[in-house]
C-alpha cells in the first residue's frame, strides 16, 4: 500500500507571523517544520502542495511539488495525487506530533475519510482512501469539517476523527505552541527572535 503525507501551503497561512517577523519568511519557516515531520515519517511518502511559489528548497531531493491556485478546492487537489491513501497536512502547524498524522491513516481501516479538527474550527488535517469518496467536498478552512463532511456522507460513520491539535492561523495564535515538543526549529526561531 502506498501512502502519502502532503503539506499543504497557502499564501493565507502568513497571516499568523508575530510583530516584526516578514510574514514570508514566517510562512516558509512553518512550511519547513511541517514538512520536515512528515518527510521523518515511516512508509510515507512527503509531497508538497503549494500555492506559493519558490518552496522548492525546503523539500528533499525527489519530492514531489505540486503547485495549485491559492484557491483550489481541496477535492480537486486530491484528484492530483497519485497513492492508495493520502493525509493532507496543513502547513500552519509546525509543531504537530507525528503521532497524530500516523492516527489519521489508521483510523482509515473503519472510515472513508479521517479529520484532525482544529482548536477554534477548521481542521489541521484529513486523510482518505485515493480516490477520494466522490461524496466528498471538504474544505479545511470550513468551522465544523467533521458535520460538514458526516452531512455529505451517505452514513455518518464514513467520517472518523482523530484528537484535535492547533493552527497558527493570527499572531496570538502563537501561544498555543509547545516548547517542551521536539521540531519546529524555523518557526521557535523567529518567535524567539520577536
Not at 517577523?21 to 512553518?30: R, Y
Not at 493520502?86 to 492516527?103: E, I, R, W
Not at 502563537?174 to 526561531?189: H, I, K, M, V
Request: glycine share 8%; aromatic share 4%; with cysteine.
Amino acid at each position: 500500500m502506498t501512502r502519502l503525507a502532503a503539506v499543504l501551503v497557502r499564501q493565507r497561512m502568513a497571516q499568523a507571523a508575530p510583530p516584526g517577523v516578514d510574514p514570508g519568511e514566517f510562512l516558509v519557516a512553518m512550511a519547513e517544520d511541517t514538512y520536515e515531520m512528515v518527510a521523518g515519517l515511516q512508509l510515507v511518502t512527503p509531497v508538497l502542495i503549494t500555492s506559493v511559489p519558490g518552496l522548492d528548497d525546503i523539500v528533499w531531493p525527489g519530492t514531489e511539488v505540486i503547485t495549485i491556485a491559492e484557491g483550489e478546492p481541496l477535492k480537486a487537489t486530491l484528484e492530483r495525487l497519485h497513492a492508495d491513501q493520502a493525509a493532507v497536512v496543513n502547513a500552519d502547524a509546525p509543531d504537530l506530533p507525528p503521532l497524530l498524522v500516523g492516527k489519521l491513516f489508521r483510523e482509515l481501516g473503519r472510515a472513508e475519510i479521517t479529520v484532525c479538527p482544529a482548536e477554534n474550527g477548521g481542521a489541521v488535517a484529513m486523510a482518505c482512501a485515493l480516490p477520494a469518496p466522490e461524496w466528498a467536498d471538504p474544505d479545511l478552512d470550513a468551522y465544523d469539517v467533521v458535520k460538514d463532511l458526516r452531512a455529505q456522507a451517505p452514513g455518518t460513520r464514513r467520517v472518523a476523527t482523530t484528537p484535535g491539535w492547533h493552527r497558527l492561523r493570527a499572531p496570538e495564535d502563537l501561544d498555543r505552541l509547545d516548547p517542551g515538543l521536539e521540531g519546529w526549529d524555523n518557526t521557535r526561531a523567529l518567535v524567539r527572535a520577536r
